[in-house]
């Protein structure tokens, strides 16, 4: 029974935990939604995507965190705590999908040509 428990509890603890942003994978997201952007559009978009991308990682972080220091309070003091874990996922895929954007917006500056001045 004690065995069946901590494999359960193992189990919730590597399934539930909100994740970091640096392990996000990319969303795909195509450039030619940005054709008919001029280079400034372009720039301040990138700013924009960029600031979103700083924003939610940093809360991303945060929860991933959290949650590592609840894993080891719960298995050491309280384990029903361990239920409580997890990541917001529509944050996460937010998350790869501005990581996407910031990179159709790349690739458009590069394909038009833009310099930074």
């Not at 494999?7 to 603890?13: K, N, P, Q, T, Y």
């Not at 003091?77 to 954007?101: D, I, T, V």
């Amino acid at each position: 029974m004690k065995k069946l428990l901590s494999l359960f509890l193992i189990g919730s603890m590597i399934t539930g935990c909100a994740t970091s942003s640096q392990n996000i994978p990319t969303s795909y997201v195509s450039s030619v939604q940005y054709d008919s952007y001029t280079c400034r559009q372009i720039s301040e978009e990138m700013i924009s995507v960029q600031n979103q991308v700083t924003q939610l990682g940093g809360h991303l972080d945060t929860a991933a965190s959290h949650d590592k220091m609840i894993t080891g309070a719960g298995i050491l003091l309280f384990w029903p705590a361990l239920f409580f874990l997890g990541g917001n996922k529509e944050q996460e895929a937010e998350y790869g999908k501005l990581k996407g954007q910031y990179q159709a917006l790349q690739h458009e500056y590069v394909a038009k040509n833009c310099t930074q001045k």
